[in-house]
């Protein structure tokens, strides 16, 4: 009998415990909700604690009633210790992208994506040339055009007290522009080593370039063998008016790719989809810039041929190059998850020659989690993301975001909105409770349902936007 008593308080200790980190936690994010509701329940379990001993000093539990009740929180006990076991593997993450493809994949045509598509001017020759072969997008793209690219009247939400973060923003998008050209580097053009190529194991390459990003200020890091399918197949992302460009067939011989990604920060997505969330976008976008480009650079050097994919240039399509090294899986949402930060990340890459050892996928449990909890679904203002389960897509099983009226809520609002990445359960910073919380949802499926409700009761289904900085303030 003592022997139950003594494993029926360790464990509320142990609730009690983890409760009150939550709140400490709740507090310091300024979530107002999840830390009345967590100390509420810090308190009953400090209650349930003291009334513990409290019934053991008058030999309540000698009694059967008394008994049934330690049994029966023995068997709770037990129950929260199972959500430790790895339970609801999916094999199919484990083979990255290639365990996802279920028909025929056609390279994607970087002509065909929504911003590609924008970019167009009426009457040019690329404008004909396009939608003569694709007259089904000409009058959506004309009226989403005449409402402005890429986001409308940027900081429509805010005004009057737009400008301030707007000029943040095209401050941060002027980097990539420096930095973009140009995009792939040979070792040649490098004048100091000449083109001379170092001499490096793959295991030396490989611990050195992934250093190298990490030390530049990537957060996540990974490498993978160049799928061809995730090359695109033809250019259409025109940035400098190198009209010349547009049309022409990609090819890319180069074997591996370094994948990484970048953490936004909490405090500005969460500001979503106000100005303060895209001023975030902006920045993370031109330091994604700064680490591909330096990242291609040291590799030249070392005598090798490399390509930096960023907002100024992509080759590859980054958020298949991100799951097949390893930083994480394809959400609901349409975007990479990862175990650290959720979706809250921008992702960059390079492509290079230079002989690296490939990471493996990783099976965080996101296609489950993700069927389950819908938050991103049912908070999307524009319903440009999916209820329904996945399904086939270009070869692909996998959700379809409507890139189409996404993007016409970015004209609307005049931001990129994030308020995806703004709900997502997966987003919250990486304080304790939350890691212990992300670590059991990776590990199990009853967890991830668990979390999934518990994250709704916390904070709310649809949580409003938080207060930004106040360097990053704006209108109501």
């Given at each position: ?74 068997v ?140 530049l ?9 160049i799928?061809p ?28 790719a ?35 480009t ?12 490399a ?24 959400g ?43 938050k991103c ?21 996998r ?15 005049g ?61 109501e």
């Open positions: 009998m003592d022997t139950l008593i003594f494993i029926e308080a360790l464990f509320l200790a142990a609730l009690a415990l983890f409760t009150f980190a939550f709140v400490i936690s709740s507090i310091w994010e300024r979530e107002k909700r999840a830390a009345l509701i967590g100390g509420v329940t810090f308190l009953i379990l400090l209650g349930g604690e003291i009334g513990l001993f409290a019934l053991k000093s008058v030999g309540f539990f000698q009694s059967t009633p008394g008994f049934l009740i330690l049994l029966v929180g023995l709770i006990s037990v129950a929260v210790l199972l959500l430790l076991i790895r339970i609801g593997r999916n094999p199919r993450a484990l083979q990255g992208t290639k365990g996802y493809i279920v028909g025929e994949v056609k390279r994607f045509d970087e002509r065909e994506q929504v911003f590609s598509r924008g970019g167009l001017s009426p009457g040019s020759e690329q404008y004909q040339a396009f939608y003569s072969e694709h007259p089904q997008w000409e009058e959506h793209d004309d009226g989403r055009r005449k409402m402005g690219m890429p986001m409308g009247l940027p900081g429509a939400i805010d005004r009057p007290h737009e400008g301030p973060n707007v000029a943040a923003l095209f401050a941060s998008l002027s980097i990539p522009h420096h930095l973009g050209s140009p995009h792939a580097v040979q070792p040649e053009a490098i004048p100091y080593f000449g083109g001379k190529r170092m001499s490096l194991s793959p295991e030396e390459a490989t611990e050195r370039v992934k250093g190298f990003a990490l030390h200020g990537a957060d996540l890091v990974g490498i993978a063998e799928n399918l995730w090359v695109y197949s033809t250019r259409g992302h025109i940035m400098d008016d190198n009209w010349e460009r547009w049309g022409s067939e990609i090819e890319l011989s180069h074997p591996y370094i994948a990484f990604a970048m953490e936004m920060s909490r405090d500005m997505v969460w500001t979503a989809p106000h100005t303060a969330s895209v001023v975030e976008s902006g920045l993370v976008y031109a330091k994604v810039a700064f680490v591909a330096e990242l291609a650079s040291f590799i030249a050097n070392l005598g090798y041929s390509t930096a994919n960023h907002f100024q240039h992509y080759d590859v399509l980054l958020v298949p190059m991100a799951v097949d090294a390893g930083l994480g899986e394809v609901r949402l349409g975007l990479l998850m990862t175990e650290e930060f959720g979706p809250r990340v921008r992702l960059g890459c390079v492509t290079t020659d230079l002989p690296l050892i490939p990471d493996g996928p990783v099976d965080i449990g996101v296609e489950d989690f993700c069927r389950v909890c819908k679904a049912d908070g999307c203002p524009s319903k440009s993301i999916p209820l329904d389960a996945p399904r086939e897509v270009n070869g692909t099983f959700w379809r975001l409507n890139a189409e009226t996404c993007f016409e809520y970015w004209a609307r609002i931001t990129d909105c994030c308020l995806c990445m703004r709900v997502c359960p997966w987003s919250h910073p990486g304080t304790p409770p939350h890691r212990l919380i992300a670590e059991l949802v990776v590990r199990n499926q009853v967890a991830r349902r668990i979390f999934s409700s518990m994250d709704d009761l916390f904070y709310g289904k649809k949580p409003k936007p938080a207060s930004p900085p106040k360097w990053a303030s704006y209108g």
